[in-house]
């Protein structure tokens, strides 16, 4: 796995995930199956041609190998026709752990064992 680019207003690394994740995903009345091409524990990228708007929030289900991670999210970046990145805002417990068990095998070094997403 590739790590992205650290930015200067990511508090956790992504990692780039040349497959992809499945999520399914929902803003307003829009639900839609996408993939997402990068994932960390404080937000990633889905690939959708119609993505949220910028500060919409974004109810969301990832597909990873131990379950589903159920998050909620808000847009911060928006491109028409490429996709959109997200803030995870709030993540139960379980979801949390869970996605964070696919990251340490995936990013092993890279992350704290005491990792939280903000809420």
């Given at each position: 796995m590739n790590r992205e680019p650290q930015t200067k207003n990511r508090r956790y690394p992504r990692i780039v995930l040349p497959k992809g994740m499945h999520v399914a995903w929902q803003a307003k009345s829009e639900r839609e199956v996408s993939v997402a091409t990068t994932v960390g524990l404080g937000g990633l990228f889905v690939s959708t041609p119609r993505p949220a708007s910028?500060?919409?929030?974004?109810?969301?289900?990832?597909?990873?190998?131990?379950?589903d991670v159920r998050a909620v999210a808000v847009v911060r970046d928006s491109q028409q026709g490429k996709g959109m990145g997200l803030e995870f805002t709030a993540m139960g417990q379980n979801d949390r752990a869970r996605l964070q068990q696919v990251l340490k095998?995936?990013?092993p070094e890279q992350l704290p064992s005491t990792a939280k997403i903000a809420s």
């Open positions: 910028v500060g919409e929030t974004v109810r969301l289900v990832l597909c990873v190998p131990n379950g095998r995936l990013i």
